[in-house]
């Protein structure tokens, strides 16, 4: 489940490692989702200051049910797609969102 452990723990993450970053719980349709934006590129380098000028990336993530999570990345502007995939503990959206964040530091602007 979806809960404010879980979005804690996310926050605290994506703090530590990306320089722009949301993340907020959505109610809607009844269930929990975890909704997730992060930006790639430093915020001075933002073309007119503007968050979708930046390579960035808008990530959902919602129980399945039984400790089982689906993590979709619906948009990602200018950096790696990553696929569809299911989690199984807070630990393992982590992970994926250090992939994200490893393929950034690896690939700077202009590279």
Same mark, same amino acid.
């Given at each position: 489940?979806?809960?404010?452990? &879980?979005?804690?723990?996310?926050?605290?993450?994506?703090?530590?490692?990306?320089?722009? =970053?949301?993340?907020?719980?959505?109610?809607?349709? $009844?269930?929990?989702?975890?909704?997730?934006?992060?930006?790639?590129?430093?915020?001075?380098?933002?073309?007119?200051?503007?968050?979708?000028?930046?390579?960035?990336?808008?990530?959902?993530?919602? =129980? &399945? $049910?039984? $400790?089982?999570?689906?993590?979709?990345?619906?948009?990602?502007?200018? &950096?790696?797609?990553?696929?569809?995939?299911?989690?199984?503990?807070?630990?393992?959206? +982590?992970?994926?969102?250090?992939?994200?964040?490893?393929?950034?530091?690896?690939?700077? +602007?202009?590279?």
């Amino acid at each position: 489940m979806i809960d404010e452990h &879980c979005l804690q723990d996310v926050q605290a993450f994506l703090a530590d490692n990306f320089s722009a =970053s949301s993340a907020y719980i959505s109610t809607l349709g $009844g269930s929990s989702s975890l909704m997730i934006k992060v930006s790639l590129d430093p915020r001075e380098t933002w073309a007119n200051g503007i968050f979708e000028n930046s390579r960035w990336s808008a990530i959902s993530v919602h =129980s &399945c $049910g039984a $400790g089982v999570y689906k993590l979709e990345q619906f948009v990602a502007s200018r &950096c790696i797609r990553m696929r569809k995939s299911k989690v199984n503990s807070v630990d393992q959206i +982590i992970d994926r969102l250090q992939f994200l964040a490893d393929w950034a530091k690896n690939n700077p +602007i202009g590279s």
